[in-house]
């Protein structure tokens, strides 16, 4: 079984809804957790960060952790086709400076 | 300011061939790391570069990878005997490398690697 659970999707929604993502973990270590966005033949990019269990809000995008579950979400609100990407979840116990341990993506298709 | 850069974009070689793949990191940025992106396996960590310290080597699957990184900046990963299971996208990332909360790491576009 792998350390981080992310299911692959794909997920498709119409232009304007609400995109849910999730990833489920097994490492209680785990402090510090990351949605990244990679869009086809690109690196990732960073959207959200976050320290152990709570909410952040940033613009669209709201990342949600329970430590106690060991579950974290990201929601899109108002999604947009431009959001059509892969988004993967990330973790790790340290804050800084070691590996990232990563979800294996969900693919997000927003529909015009 | 430029961002992580990678080369080659694309390498196709022959198995049992060696392969050299370079990473740029981010101007200041002191700590480099590699990961893999398979289908099937996700994105997985190989290795990791912070100033003049040992390597975290944890994650390179056998002893045909290898990475050095000279001069605190440029780095190169090194496959041997290449394999058609190495097929994949390597990733390099960099970071400030500060041991504080929020280290963003930030990835370059990767090179896709196709062993026949």
């Known amino acids: 079984q792998k350390e981080v659970e992310q299911d692959p999707g794909p997920l498709s929604v119409p232009e304007g809804a609400i995109v849910s993502l999730n990833c489920t973990y097994s490492?209680?270590?785990?402090?510090?957790f990351m949605w990244y966005r990679q869009y086809s033949r690109k690196g990732p990019e960073l959207l959200m960060y976050?320290?152990?269990?709570g909410n952040k809000e940033d613009g669209r995008f709201t990342a949600q952790v329970d430590k106690s579950s060991k579950y974290i979400s990201l929601f899109i609100r108002d999604s947009q086709p431009s959001d059509s990407a892969t988004y993967l979840c990330a973790m790790s116990a340290v804050p800084a400076g070691n590996k990232l341990t990563f979800g294996g993506g969900t693919r997000v298709l927003v529909k015009p | 300011g430029a961002g992580v850069s990678q080369s080659p974009s694309n390498k196709v070689t022959e198995k049992g061939k060696d392969v050299e793949l370079r990473c740029d990191p981010i101007?200041?940025?002191?700590?480099l790391y590699w990961y893999r992106q398979s289908l099937g396996q996700g994105l997985e960590f190989l290795i990791y570069f912070q100033g003049n310290s040992a390597p975290d080597k944890s994650g390179l699957p056998s002893d045909r990878f290898s990475a050095e990184r000279t001069g605190g900046s440029v780095s190169t990963l090194t496959i041997q005997r290449t394999q058609q299971e190495d097929s994949a996208v390597y990733l390099c990332?960099?970071?400030?490398?500060?041991?504080?909360?929020?280290?963003?790491?930030?990835f370059g576009p990767g090179t896709r690697l196709t062993v026949l």
């Open positions: 101007s200041g940025h002191t700590a």
């Open positions: 490492n209680s270590a785990f402090q510090y």
């Open positions: 976050t320290y152990s269990s």
């Open positions: 990332a960099s970071s400030l490398g500060f041991l504080g909360s929020g280290d963003t790491q930030y």
